[in-house]
C-alpha cells in the first residue's frame, strides 16, 4: 500500500516547537524531500485531481461547485461560489478577516442567517448553507462571476483589501452586511461574547468540471473540495476518521491512497496555541506513530507526506528506516519560506 497524507499548515503549526514527535522526526528525516509547487490546500487538490479550466493549464479552484457537488447537490452545469460566513473587523485603517474555523456556528444560526438573505438574492443567486460553516452560492443559469481563489481560513488576520472580489460584487456584499448585522442571531451572538457573523466571502467561482482523476483509489477527508473531487473521479471518500489505526483497519491492503489532515489550518487562524499544541500530539500519537510502525511491519509499503504552502512532500519506504546516519532533526529545519 502507498498511503498519501497532505496536511497543510504543518511547518507553520511546529513555531515554536512543541513537545517532541519523534515518529514524524524519524519519517522525515529518513525520507527524501522532493521541492514543488507552493500551493493553498485547495490548489494542491485542484492540480493532483487534474482539474484546470482551459486547454493550456491554467489553474481553476471551483470550490464552490466542488462543494455543492460534494454535499449531494446537483451542480448542473450552472457557476458557483463558496460564501462561507466570516467575521471583519475594522483596525485602523484596514478591515481584518476572522473565518468560520475560528468560530463556531451553530446548524440553527446558519440557517436562519442564510433565510434571511434570501430576498436580497432573489432571481439571481439561491444560497445553500452546506454546513454551518461551509456556504455555496449558486448563480442564475449562464451567468458567470469572478471571486478570487483564496479561502478565508488562509486569509486570517489579513487586511482583506487586495483580495476583495471585483467591484461589481460591492452593493450586494454591502446589503449582505447589513442584513446580518441586524439580525437577532448575531444580536444574541454579541450579548454571549462571540463574533457576530457580519459578511460572507466570496471565492472559489466557476462551473463543476467535466471530470477529475487522479491515482488513488480511496480518499479520505472532511475538506469539501477534495469530497467534491473524489466524487467527481468516482473514488471511494469517506472522512479521514480518528487516527491510522482504525483508518488501516478498513483499508485494503494494497492501493494507494490519499488522506487529507487539514485541522491545523483553522487552529492556526484561531491562534489558540495549546489546542494547537494538543492537536500536534494528537497526530503523533493517532497517526504519525502508527504509520511508522505499520511501515516497519510492512502493512504499508510506502508513505508519502505532502506540506502544500511549503511545496514539499517527504517519500519514505520500509528499506529507508534503516539509514540509521540520517538522524533526526528539529521539525523547524524542515520549513521552506517562500520567496
Not at 504543518?10 to 522525515?28: G, I
Not at 471583519?88 to 473565518?99: G, I, Q, Y
Not at 439580525?183 to 454579541?190: G, K, L, S
Not at 477534495?226 to 491492503?253: I, K, S
Amino acid at each position: 500500500m502507498h498511503l498519501e497524507l497532505v496536511v497543510p499548515a504543518l511547518f507553520p503549526a511546529l513555531e515554536p516547537p512543541p513537545d517532541p514527535m519523534p515518529a514524524l522526526e524519524l519519517l522525515l528525516a529518513r525520507s527524501r524531500r522532493t521541492k514543488g509547487r507552493v500551493d493553498s490546500l485547495e490548489s494542491w487538490l485542484c492540480r493532483a485531481f487534474g482539474v484546470h479550466d482551459s486547454p493550456s493549464g491554467t489553474l481553476a479552484v471551483p470550490a464552490g461547485a466542488l462543494t455543492a457537488h460534494a454535499h449531494g447537490l446537483e451542480a448542473g452545469t450552472r457557476s458557483w461560489l463558496r460564501a462561507d460566513p466570516v467575521h471583519l473587523r475594522a483596525d485602523r485603517d484596514h478591515v481584518l478577516l476572522m473565518p468560520s474555523q475560528a468560530f463556531s456556528v451553530t446548524a440553527a444560526e446558519a440557517e436562519s442567517l442564510a433565510a434571511a438573505l434570501t430576498p436580497l438574492l432573489a432571481g439571481k443567486f439561491v444560497l445553500h448553507a452546506v454546513k454551518p460553516d461551509r456556504w455555496c452560492l449558486q448563480l442564475a443559469e449562464n451567468a458567470q462571476a469572478e471571486a478570487g481563489s483564496r479561502a478565508p481560513v488562509d486569509l486570517a488576520g489579513a487586511d482583506i483589501d487586495p483580495h476583495l472580489p471585483p467591484k461589481s460584487w460591492h452593493p450586494l456584499l454591502t446589503e449582505i452586511q447589513m442584513a446580518l448585522y441586524q439580525h437577532q442571531a448575531n444580536t444574541v451572538r454579541e450579548q454571549r461574547g462571540d463574533p457576530v457573523i457580519n459578511s460572507v466571502w466570496l471565492w472559489g467561482a466557476g462551473r463543476l468540471p467535466a471530470a477529475a482523476r487522479g491515482p488513488w483509489h480511496s480518499v479520505g477527508a472532511s475538506d469539501s473540495v477534495a469530497a467534491g473531487l473524489a466524487r467527481l473521479a468516482g473514488m471511494r471518500h469517506r472522512t479521514a476518521g480518528d487516527g491510522a489505526a482504525p483508518w488501516l483497519g478498513r483499508a485494503p491492503v494494497d492501493g494507494r491512497h490519499l488522506v487529507v489532515l487539514d485541522d491545523l489550518r483553522g487552529m492556526l487562524a484561531m491562534g489558540d496555541y495549546d489546542a494547537l499544541a494538543r492537536r500536534l500530539r494528537c497526530l503523533e500519537a493517532d497517526w504519525f506513530a502508527p504509520l511508522l510502525a505499520a511501515l516497519k511491519a510492512g502493512r504499508i509499503g510506502m508513505l508519502t507526506i505532502h506540506v502544500p504552502e511549503d511545496g514539499a512532500s517527504f517519500e519514505v519506504v520500509r528499506g529507508d528506516l534503516h539509514r540509521f546516519w540520517r538522524r533526526r532533526r528539529p521539525l523547524a529545519m524542515y520549513r521552506i519560506t517562500p520567496a
